[in-house]
């Protein structure tokens, strides 16, 4: 009997080998080196190490259609890329994919379909269509629903003009210079949840088209305001009941914003430090503010130069004060006698 069991255990231990080899095989890999053919104009195997795609080739115009499920990081996969279009690259799975920053910056011709992207663990896309100066693609059905950093998304992507007024954005931190120089764009963001975000500094700077209502935006947590309507032609949306008490930098804030005239005189402007250049050149801005508690704010310099001419009902200290450089000069002292 024993010998029997000896007998029969044999086969059994040898079948064991493979068995243990095989799950040793489906262990993911940390690291793979990615793969080119002559010219570099197609990726043959996707590299990658610690979950991050390793940059492709900026000549690259075909990709394997399937991604590495080791992926979670696509930083700056396709930096600076030369191409309009890259084959297989619409067919990716990024279902696993949390970091999305930088992954088409400064690739200036590309304007693909990206639609089918699944973009619901994404995280970060910062800088993500940076300077990608054609794109102009349908992506408003991408879940975005857990990104916290939108940081110059589509800074000079100076085509991108779609609807996107239906992103769920309750999770953003942080949407500094997200529109900045996107001269196109102009689409609703009335929607758009913001009560977390904290910096919106140079968000529409530059949007030269931009002028759709943003009134209704919780700003309550917003520190950082500076630069952010700067160098728009058109906008003049009423942002009256934005509540402000949280912002500390106005600076440049409505800077050559040529056609913004609100009324913000009851803005709690109490913590606010700087405000230098915050209506310079704002040519057609005359409302009072002469209301404005300016007490914290330490450099007011060319608050209002080169604004509308006969504009005189700016915040009273900085009609007195000098030091820092107020753009309405305080009156000259008599001369002694």
């Known amino acids: 009997m024993n010998k029997k069991l000896m007998f029969l255990s044999a086969p059994a231990l040898m079948l064991g ?48 259609t399937k991604l590495p499920k080791e992926i979670t990081s696509l930083e700056n996969a396709f930096k600076d890329n030369i191409n309009d279009t890259i084959e297989g690259l619409d067919q990716w799975d990024t279902s696993n994919i949390e970091n999305m920053d930088g ?7 590309f304007n693909q379909d990206l639609s089918k992207w ?13 300077t990608a100066n054609e794109f102009n693609q349908d992506i408003s059905g991408w879940d975005v629903s857990k990104v916290e950093n939108m940081d110059f998304l589509f800074i000079r992507a100076s085509k991108f003009n779609q609807n996107i007024s239906g992103w769920k954005t309750d999770s953003l931190t942080s949407m500094r210079g997200i529109f900045k120089e996107a001269s196109e764009f102009n689409q609703e963001l009335k929607d758009w949840k913001v009560d977390n975000v904290t910096d919106m500094a140079s968000a529409f700077n530059g949007a030269k088209k931009f002028d759709k209502e943003i009134g ?11 630069n952010m309507f700067q160098n728009t032609d058109v906008f003049n949306s009423d942002i009256k009941n934005w509540k402000v008490s949280s912002v500390t930098k106005m600076n440049n804030m409505f800077e050559k914003a040529l056609k913004f005239n609100q009324d913000i005189k009851d803005w709690n402007t109490s913590n606010v430090t700087t ?30 130069k080169d604004g509308k001419s006969d504009w005189s009902n700016i915040p009273t200290k900085f009609k007195t004060t000098l030091g820092t450089g107020p753009s309405t000069p305080a009156p000259a002292a008599p001369k002694a006698k």
Not at 42 to 47: H, K, T, Y
Not at 119 to 126: A, F, I, L, P
């Open 216 to 226: 209704s935006w919780n700003v309550e947590k917003v520190t950082d305001m500076s």
């Open 275 to 304: 405000m230098k250049s915050m209506f310079a050149g704002a040519k057609d801005f005359n409302q009072d503010l002469t209301k404005w508690n300016v007490d914290k704010v330490t450099d007011h310099k060319y608050f209002n």
């Open 17 to 64: 080998f493979p068995l243990i080899a095989a799950s040793c095989n489906l262990t993911n890999k940390t690291e793979q080196e990615a793969k080119y053919n002559e010219d570099k104009t197609e990726l043959l195997q996707i590299g990658f190490k610690d979950g991050k795609i390793e940059a492709i080739a900026t000549t690259v115009k075909k990709v394997p």
């Open 103 to 109: 992954v088409f910056f400064g690739a200036k011709k």
């Open 118 to 130: 699944t973009t619901s663990k994404v995280k970060s896309m910062k800088s993500m269509f940076d």
